[in-house]
């Protein structure tokens, strides 16, 4: 079955290091795999989306890697601030219509960061 | 543009009683997306809505149904209901259009469901 792991459920960092969070899948083949953000009681917000013939995607302090070979993500946050602590997922989209966004995303359970002062 | 907006935002039923959850997608969206959140746990897909009908389903029972209005609005509707829907439920808005490029998808603050 499909499956879905974010590496760690929790992960603390000191405050301007470089966090990495890791999602790894098996039996799955995504088109596109994105990141969100998730702070306590809110919705997901999207941060960086990556297609399955890219390798890597940078948005200011972000950056998305993505190995198909692998089966495997790495989501980068540089220069970590308190303001960056939230949980994080991992959602993956197997693109079934047309090559565009199925948008009927599997989430991991993602990685609560902690950005410590 | 208010964004996907969803209501209510905290609502507690009873074991067996039924609930209506809605949703109204960001402006120009055209596809609705529904997913159950439980504590500590990522989101889960229970259906989405294209066109006014059901597009695909994720592995919930038939308890679990939806409408989508001629507006692009949504319900979710949950029957009978049990301790386990306990949830956050989550709407997403997205624009479908075949062969486009991806768009970005939208999510809703959630519907806080409790049973007791």
């Known amino acids: 079955s499909q499956k879905i792991e974010q590496n760690s459920e929790a992960l603390n960092i000191q405050e301007g290091k470089t966090a990495t969070l890791t999602c790894n899948y098996t039996?799955?083949?995504?088109?596109?795999l994105q990141w969100y953000r998730q702070d306590p009681g809110r919705g997901p917000v999207f941060l960086l989306l990556?297609?399955?013939?890219?390798k890597e995607k940078r948005k200011e302090r972000l950056k998305v890697t993505f190995d198909t070979t692998l089966k495997q993500s790495l989501f980068h946050i540089t220069a970590s601030q308190p303001a960056d602590s939230a949980t994080y997922l991992c959602?993956?989209?197997?693109?079934?219509?047309?090559?565009?966004?199925?948008?009927?995303?599997?989430f991991g359970k993602g990685t609560k960061l902690s950005v410590i002062p | 543009d208010a964004g996907v907006t969803q209501s209510p935002t905290h609502l507690i039923k009873t074991r067996g009683q039924q609930v209506t959850l809605r949703c109204s997608p960001k402006?120009?969206?055209?596809?609705v997306s529904w997913y159950q959140q439980a504590l500590g746990q990522g989101p889960q897909f229970i259906f989405q809505?294209?066109?006014?009908?059901?597009?695909q389903r994720g592995n919930f029972p038939d308890r679990f149904s939806g409408h989508q209005f001629p507006n692009y609005s949504s319900e979710l509707n949950v029957n009978a209901l049990l301790l386990g829907d306990s949830a956050l439920y989550l709407c997403?808005?997205?624009?479908?259009?075949?062969?486009?490029?991806?768009?970005?998808?939208?999510f809703g603050p959630g519907t806080r469901l409790t049973v007791l």
């Open positions: 997403a808005s997205s624009l479908s259009e075949g062969g486009r490029d991806y768009n970005d998808q939208f």
């Open positions: 990556i297609r399955e013939n890219e």
């Open positions: 959602a993956l989209d197997p693109a079934e219509y047309s090559g565009a966004g199925s948008y009927q995303l599997t």
């Open positions: 809505y294209y066109e006014e009908e059901e597009r």
């Open positions: 039996n799955y083949s995504p088109a596109y």
């Open positions: 402006s120009g969206h055209d596809t």
